[in-house]
């Protein structure tokens, strides 16, 4: 059974950097055709989809957030981690890490999910 | 971006109640769709990919449908534990988009 935990700091103040790792178990990062991603929910609002990394260390993020965020593996260490820099309050947020599943569907087209979520870990800016 | 809009943003339901919520996208992503249930305080779940398709474990009871913008995820028979808000969310582009959630309560 996989699993994902986030780690890292549940504070941060304004114009820091935000960093979090999320640790794989159960399965080897580098197998299959898995990517990694972060999502974030402010408390009470819906998700947010940060970005993702392949274990090749190829990335996509989201344009919203592209100037601020840098997602990277670590595959020795079956881990990949976020950096959010220059954050402010609008930032603080649940962030969650997450196993996305890429597929072949009948017509040969890729498709893909997320199956795999950590718990989720509370990250606030504030001073 | 792709927007995904959800109807209606919460509901109140009894047990055993037939639930439906629409899911519905900017522009068309196929059945690129997928559907997730979260708890309050959990982390979201998957219930269905690719529009229709039940991912393993997840009881009968919940179905999808649709393809192209609209998009419907049913619940035949709502049960005490089905408490809860649904995202949609679309696989079929960057960035990676979800509905705004809908609450399922109990009536």
């Known amino acids: 059974q996989v699993q994902l935990q986030e780690s890292g700091p549940g504070m941060v103040k304004p114009s820091q950097t935000l960093s979090l790792t999320c640790t794989v178990s159960?399965?080897?990062?580098?197998?299959?055709?898995?990517?990694w991603n972060w999502i974030r929910q402010p408390a009470g609002k819906g998700l947010e989809w940060i970005g993702r990394?392949?274990?090749?260390?190829?990335?996509r993020y989201n344009p919203s957030l592209k100037s601020q965020v840098t997602i990277s593996v670590d595959t020795s260490k079956n881990q990949f981690s976020l950096n959010l820099t220059s954050v402010t309050a609008a930032d603080t947020a649940v962030y969650y890490c997450?196993?996305?599943?890429?597929?072949?569907?009948?017509?040969?087209?890729?498709?893909?999910?997320?199956?795999?979520w950590g718990q989720g870990t509370l990250v606030t800016v504030s001073s | 971006d792709i927007q995904m809009t959800q109807s209606p943003s919460s509901l109140s339901a009894s047990v055993g109640d037939r639930v439906t919520i629409t899911c519905r996208a900017s522009?068309?992503?196929?059945?690129?769709l997928n559907w997730y249930q979260q708890k309050p305080g959990k982390a979201p779940k998957l219930l269905i990919y690719?529009?229709?398709t039940l991912q393993g474990g997840v009881p009968s009871r919940f179905s999808g449908t649709g393809s192209g913008t609209d998009f419907t995820l049913t619940i035949s028979s709502l049960q005490p534990e089905d408490f809860a808000t649904y995202y949609c969310?679309?696989?079929?582009?960057?960035?990676?988009?979800f509905g705004q959630g809908t609450k399922v309560e109990i009536k």
């Open positions: 997450a196993r996305e599943v890429g597929w072949i569907t009948v017509t040969r087209v890729p498709d893909y999910y997320f199956d795999y």
């Open positions: 159960g399965g080897s990062i580098s197998s299959g055709n898995y990517y």
């Open positions: 990394v392949y274990t090749s260390g190829i990335t």
């Open positions: 522009q068309s992503i196929s059945s690129y």
């Open positions: 690719a529009a229709s």
């Open positions: 969310q679309q696989s079929y582009s960057f960035p990676r988009g």
